[in-house]
């Protein structure tokens, strides 16, 4: 049997996608998963490693990581309305941002990308996890930050303002939905395995639409810190279509994020193909 080692965050988006498949609950046989839960930016670094066989990455990542492995079209999180917001103490404008410190969640993260694409470099970034942005700009330790996940939903409530909106800006560029993150395979899994994968991995977000309580367990345990409410709000905002497949629609938006961060010198570029070939 062969044994895939797993890597997927705690959020609850990836944790509702993933329950049934992790739980024996969609059909996939003869695959073992080591399952390693690691927030987003871990798993990107993890991924350029070469320590994992199968993981969720920004897409950002991906640009990085595509000599050693694909994509698969199930399981990731892109769409509309969802993208990063850089957000900032009232009194901050984009012109007064010029030239200043902004936080990001990570250099690999599509938030960074976003911002660098935005910004055109007019801006000096320095990391910070994802969920202590927040609590840093509050401390007025930085002009601004790039939020991601739950923070979409009570920067606002902490008094906080939103000077741009990264991924309706991409929108508005492109006309396409933003990719936020994906699911890759390690190029050198056998074609049939990696195809058998995502079948069962597209099974397993049918089974968290039609069986929704199963996983809900599973969530609160990774999620202890967040109320029903925003885990709800999170899985209805980073899980859609697209997660079940991406379609022309969502290869479109992946191919032309990776072309205009190569055209920005962000990534590298990359001949090999996106997907896995059919066996």
């Known amino acids: 049997m062969p044994s895939v080692r797993l890597g997927f965050s705690p959020c609850p988006n990836d944790t509702f996608i993933f329950h049934a498949l992790i739980h024996g609950l969609v059909t996939c046989p003869d695959v073992e998963f080591r399952v390693q839960l690691e927030d987003v930016e871990t798993l990107n670094r993890l991924a350029l490693q070469g320590v ?38 009232p009194g901050q404008t984009l012109s007064s941002l010029t030239g200043q ?48 996940h739950e923070s979409r939903f009570t920067y606002a409530d ?48 049918d089974f ?15 999620a202890q810190e967040l109320s029903e409410q925003v885990t709800r709000q999170h899985i209805a905002l980073y899980v859609n279509a697209f997660s079940r497949d991406l379609g022309a629609e969502g290869e479109l938006a992946v191919t032309t994020l990776l072309q205009r961060a190569e055209q920005a010198g962000l990534v590298p570029s990359c001949k090999l193909p996106l997907f896995a070939t059919t066996p």
């Open 52 to 89: 994992l066989d199968l993981t969720k990455v920004s897409y950002h990542a991906l640009g990085h990581l595509r000599r050693d492995y694909v994509l698969l079209r199930s399981g990731g999180a892109l769409g509309r309305g969802c993208g990063p917001l850089l957000v900032a103490q």
């Open 158 to 205: 902490q008094g906080l303002q939103a000077l741009a909106d990264l991924g309706q800006w991409w929108e508005e560029q492109t006309g396409l939905p933003i990719p936020l993150g994906g699911i890759l395979a390690r190029r050198n899994l056998p074609t049939e395995l990696i195809h058998q994968i995502e079948t069962a991995l597209r099974a397993s977000v």
């Open 101 to 148: 410190q902004i936080l990001i969640p990570g250099e690999l993260t599509t938030a960074s990308l976003l911002l660098q694409l935005f910004g055109a470099g007019r801006y000096r970034t320095r990391v910070l996890p994802f969920d202590h942005i927040l609590p840093a700009l509050l401390q007025n330790q930085a002009a601004a930050g790039v939020i991601i």
């Open 208 to 222: 968290a639409y039609s069986q929704p309580q199963a996983s809900a367990d599973y969530i609160r345990q990774h």
